[in-house]
């Protein structure tokens, strides 16, 4: 059970959105995809987080930060300071930053989220008042996006890793050594969660 000395309630809830992932698959860049609108992929997600009137911030590496600050201002931009680490090194770089947030944690590549799926994952901060982390969970294994990862658990795995004792980097690892409330997810929500890799699944984006 969570013990962390600031209570979830008089925690702030910061959103935010991985894009500093290599985008292999892709072949180029998935934060800075256009949609029809004219809006990339990362300022879809920042949109649909304005709406909630929640803070969002952008997590990415240093080699994107000259391509972002054509999109976003440099106070929403964190760039890692754990590289090669996975989607692990973004959030302990954000956790760097912001101590004391617990955080809705999005990925850019994520194009069928919408407000509804945003509102519900936010809906549900309360668990963080017991658990260390809300995350759906399919087919056996955690979905780690959309989730919520509270500050205490953020600090735990920054100390291990700080002092060589962290066992692995996988966030799958990391959920079964901590307290997760698997998130039941809504069916109307389920097909929302999917993520979009390669220039393939380009033609199954929601119209």
């Known amino acids: ?3 962390y000395p600031i209570l979830y309630f008089e925690r702030p809830l910061t959103a935010v959105i991985l894009c500093g992932g290599l985008s292999t698959r892709m072949g180029s860049d998935k934060g800075l995809i256009l949609t029809p609108e004219g809006l990339t992929w990362a300022q879809k997600l920042d949109k649909i987080c304005k709406g909630l009137l ?18 976003f201002p440099s106070h929403k931009l964190i760039i890692d300071i754990y590289t090669q680490i996975g989607p692990l090194g973004g959030l302990l770089s954000i956790h760097n930053s912001f101590p004391n947030h617990d955080l809705l944690v999005l990925s850019c590549d994520m194009q069928a989220l919408d407000e509804s ?13 017991e658990y260390d982390a809300a995350v759906s969970l399919k087919d056996g294994f955690h979905q780690p996006f959309p989730g919520l990862y509270s500050a205490e658990l953020l600090h735990k795995v920054s100390l291990l890793k700080q002092t ?12 079964q050594d901590f307290y997760v409330y698997n998130l039941p997810l809504p069916e109307h929500h389920s097909l929302k969660i999917k993520s979009y890799n390669g220039p393939n699944d380009l033609e199954d984006l929601p119209k």
């Open 117 to 129: 799926i945003v509102h519900y994952f936010l809906s549900q901060h309360t668990f963080l008042g």
């Open 54 to 71: 929640i803070d969002t911030i952008l997590s990415i590496n240093k080699g994107q930060q000259q391509a972002y600050l054509n999109y």
């Open 164 to 175: 060589n004792q962290i066992k692995s980097h996988s966030l799958q690892k990391i959920f």
């Open 1 to 3: 059970m969570s013990c």
